[in-house]
């Protein structure tokens, strides 16, 4: 599923979500269901003053199983369609940053590794801010900042593991 279609599946979401004093705009949430009335993807949005979205997600797997994803998305031109993996920084608080190959398109960057992004949304549920620095074709740098409520976070990435886990199950 493409950055767009993601925007536009939850846009309207994001557009109402009410302000936490000292965080960004509150997390959105929705969940998809297939024709036979089974969930398929879980997806939660984050909103930044600057434009950007930080997406978490979780959908059917080919393979038996949920697949999870984190990205995101902005105004930012960041290379051609083609996805290309770039090394991407990623500081949570104050602690040591991280490297993390995600795939970039033309406005956002994807963590596709699903281990990977199971490892980021645990430590997301712990962080009261997330900084990623996406990187151009240019390979130049811009920082998306995300400010975080820890209570509202960890409730929803404990949705998105039930959700996720009733998606894996739906497959059976």
């Given amino acids: 599923m493409t950055a767009r279609v993601l925007t536009a599946s939850i846009a309207f979401l994001l557009a109402g979500s009410p302000a936490v004093a000292g965080t960004d705009a509150g ?18 949005g984050l909103r ?9 997600t979780c959908a059917r797997s080919v ?24 090394a991407t920084v990623i500081r949570f608080d104050k602690a040591t940053p991280s ?17 990977s992004a199971r490892v980021f949304v645990g430590r997301l549920a712990e962080s009261s801010q997330v900084a990623i620095d996406l990187s ?9 900042v995300f400010r975080l409520d820890p209570a509202e976070t960890k409730n929803v990435i404990g ?14």
């Avoid at 930044?48 to 978490?56: A, I, M």
């Avoid at 033309?106 to 281990?115: F, K, N």
């Fill in 27 to 44: 997390w959105a949430y929705t969940v998809r269901v297939g024709e036979d009335g089974k969930p398929t993807m879980a997806l939660a």
């Fill in 48 to 56: 930044n003053p600057s434009g950007e979205t930080l997406w978490l």
């Fill in 63 to 86: 393979q038996p199983g949920a697949v999870v994803r984190a990205a995101v998305s902005g105004p930012r031109y960041l290379g051609a369609g083609a996805m290309i993996s770039r």
């Fill in 99 to 115: 490297v993390d190959y995600w795939t970039y398109g033309e406005r956002s960057g994807r963590l596709m590794d699903s281990a």
């Fill in 136 to 144: 151009n074709y240019r390979l130049e740098t811009s920082t998306a």
């Fill in 159 to 172: 949705r998105l593991d039930s959700d996720c886990r009733r998606i894996a199950a739906a497959q059976s």
